[in-house]
């Protein structure tokens, strides 16, 4: 397993690459191929394509759907400076954790069950999808409608710390722009005359930062600003992007009204809202719950105890579930430092999460 994953890793694909991206679908299509499945690229324009693989299995069964990502928040070049090793039992890697190491522990676990049954016990269908970490803008409908067809969904994302959680649960995503259009002016002859798009946004950035409330795990933070183009020119322009994140479907229309509803401290400004809600919260329903009872009783049946975490962070589990398909998100690696440069996988982990995927594979 970490050959392959040392392969997946050195294998550049950042999300805004379509080449790099496209480059390791087909060497991905390639292995699981070998495996005997049958292959599907679903073409993008904009993105790189996204990749599906159908295994035959059980026809008296209904499929589980594996789901996972190749693209990387890394740039091209990253690896240079983030160099795939084995390091005290860790390797280590751009994308390592999140989540090239998941798609390895797909491949291997279908290759253990096809030893150990001398064919799958059921249909699988693997759906690794091209741009996950920009929002799954090309390949929602598909994730969307192989979820329908099946039993349930495994999300191959990394587990919960170094304990190795499952994800029964996770916030929805938001993402807006607020815009301001001011009125222009010479910051030293007609101060007067000019509106400042920035001082008007800096007044509303104070008004959206009170719309938290993390006691009801909504959270609101204008990350990135933008505004002005001299110093000596008062601004007609400013933006800031905001990232919400909800913790129950309920909390959407709230927060997409109030956001919508802001208005201007000065009339002479004006205010542009755009974006919403991209992933509804993935809550721990009845679905969710029994699928998180069989792999507690897998692992059991190994000798170790899983546990189940709600985390802050969305993945396209977050679509399935929001369908009511039962699906159980954090079934991949165990590590640490996802997006940062420290990120690693624990090796020693690799094995009980390849048991507990082919087991859940069994037994969905």
């Not at 993008?44 to 996204?50: T, V």
């Not at 994730?143 to 191959?156: C, D």
């Amino acid at each position: 397993m970490v050959v392959t994953i040392r392969e997946l890793v050195e294998i550049e694909s950042p999300s805004d690459n379509k080449q790099a991206v496209d480059r390791i679908a087909a060497v991905l299509a390639t292995k699981f191929e070998a495996l005997g499945g049958r292959t599907q690229l679903h073409r993008s324009r904009d993105f790189g394509d996204s990749l599906q693989i159908d295994f035959a299995g059980d026809a008296n069964q209904r499929p589980v759907l594996l789901l996972g990502h190749y693209d990387t928040v890394y740039p091209l070049g990253a690896l240079a400076n983030m160099t795939c090793k084995i390091e005290n039992g860790r390797l280590r890697g751009p994308g390592v954790l999140d989540m090239k190491s998941g798609i390895a522990l797909m491949l291997h676990a279908i290759e253990a069950l096809q030893s150990w049954h001398g064919e799958l016990p059921r249909p699988v269908t693997v759906f690794l999808v091209s741009d996950e970490e920009v929002g799954s803008y090309s390949s929602r409908k598909i994730t969307e409608a192989l979820a329908k067809k099946s039993a349930g969904v495994l999300v191959l994302e990394p587990a919960a710390g170094l304990r190795g959680a499952v994800k029964t649960a996770r916030k929805g995503v938001g993402e807006y722009t607020l815009r301001v259009k001011g009125v222009a002016a010479h910051a030293g002859l007609d101060p007067g005359k000019g509106h400042s798009a920035i001082l008007e946004l800096a007044r509303q950035i104070t008004a959206i930062a009170k719309l938290n409330s993390l006691r009801q795990g909504l959270s609101v933070n204008p990350g990135v600003l933008q505004g002005g183009t001299r110093t000596n020119v008062v601004a007609a322009d400013a933006s800031v992007d905001i990232d919400v994140r909800i913790k129950s479907a309920k909390q959407a229309s709230g927060i997409d009204r109030k956001l919508r509803s802001l208005k201007p401290f000065d009339k002479h400004c004006k205010l542009e809202i755009a974006g919403g809600i991209n992933r509804l919260p993935m809550e721990r329903t009845a679905g969710v719950a029994a699928l998180y009872k069989k792999a507690h009783e897998i692992s059991a049946q190994a000798g170790w105890k899983l546990e189940e975490a709600a985390v802050g962070g969305g993945s396209d589990g977050n679509f399935t579930a929001g369908m009511g398909i039962p699906t159980l998100d954090g079934m991949g690696g165990v590590g640490e430092g996802a997006h940062a440069v420290h990120e690693y996988i624990v090796i020693s982990e690799l094995p009980r999460r390849a048991l507990l995927l082919a087991g859940m594979i069994e037994s969905v």
